[in-house]
């Protein structure tokens, strides 16, 4: 069982906008700004995404955003294209003795 | 750009060791602004953070693991490794060398893939 908990889908249209939920607790997501979200493709290494909670690194698209509130961080993907078809998986940082912590992870669908 | 390598046996048998190297190109690893770490999926599955190392040497391990997992560093080579001891089929998985900023991991090995079996 993962430490942070995610939808097992999602699914959305081309031009559309989805959102993944991530929720935690306080010794986690809600405790610290340090969620991170990455993109793996089929046989391909993850791809860091969104890191501390809503920066995208150089390179991502801004469609891609994250957000917090409280014990839930948030990945949205707005404009969805096809090549955004992934797993998603979310993680936190929850103190020195643990740091790093993943979701199950979300199959988005474009559908 | 920078470049993590893991290296390894694919194959190890049920209750022998697993050892695993990550070589880096192109930063040290004793850089202060990252960490080094091992992440693995098992197939099918999702992400498991396993272990990390600091650059003062210091470690942190996967609670659920760190009775069986050593994890350490050569910085002469540029180098850090894993050995998780006892290993059975549930340690069957994908191992990836990872480093970490800010507790995001940024740049990410190709992984290795590490199947136990007799």
């Known amino acids: 069982q993962s430490a942070l908990t995610q939808p097992p889908s999602a699914s959305g249209s081309p031009g559309q906008s989805v959102t993944i939920s991530c929720t935690g607790t306080s010794s986690d997501v809600g405790g610290y700004n340090y969620v991170s979200w990455y993109q793996q493709h089929p046989g391909k290494a993850p791809k860091l995404m969104i890191y501390e909670v809503s920066k995208r690194p150089s390179g991502v698209p801004d469609r891609f955003s994250g957000s917090k509130s409280g014990n839930t961080a948030s990945l949205t993907v707005s404009g969805l294209q096809t090549e955004d078809e992934a797993d998603y998986y979310c993680?936190?940082?929850?103190?020195?003795?643990?740091?790093?912590?993943f979701g199950g992870g979300t199959k988005l669908t474009v559908l | 750009q920078l470049q993590l390598q893991e290296s390894g046996p694919g194959l190890v048998k049920p209750s022998e060791t697993l050892s695993l190297t990550c070589t880096v190109s192109?930063?040290?690893?004793?850089?202060?602004?990252?960490?080094w770490s091992w992440i693995r999926q098992p197939p099918g599955k999702g992400l498991e953070w396993v272990a990390t190392i600091y650059y003062t040497g210091s470690t942190s391990y996967n609670p659920s693991l760190k009775s069986r997992v050593t994890m350490s560093k050569d910085t002469s080579k540029n180098q850090f490794s894993l050995k998780l001891t006892s290993v059975s089929a549930a340690d069957t998985a994908l191992y990836y060398c990872?480093?970490?900023?800010?507790?995001?991991?940024?740049?990410w090995g190709q992984g290795t893939l590490v199947t136990v079996s007799s």
């Open positions: 993680s936190s940082y929850a103190g020195n003795s643990l740091p790093k912590v």
């Open positions: 192109d930063d040290s690893i004793n850089n202060v602004s990252y960490y």
């Open positions: 990872a480093r970490l900023r800010v507790a995001a991991a940024d740049y």
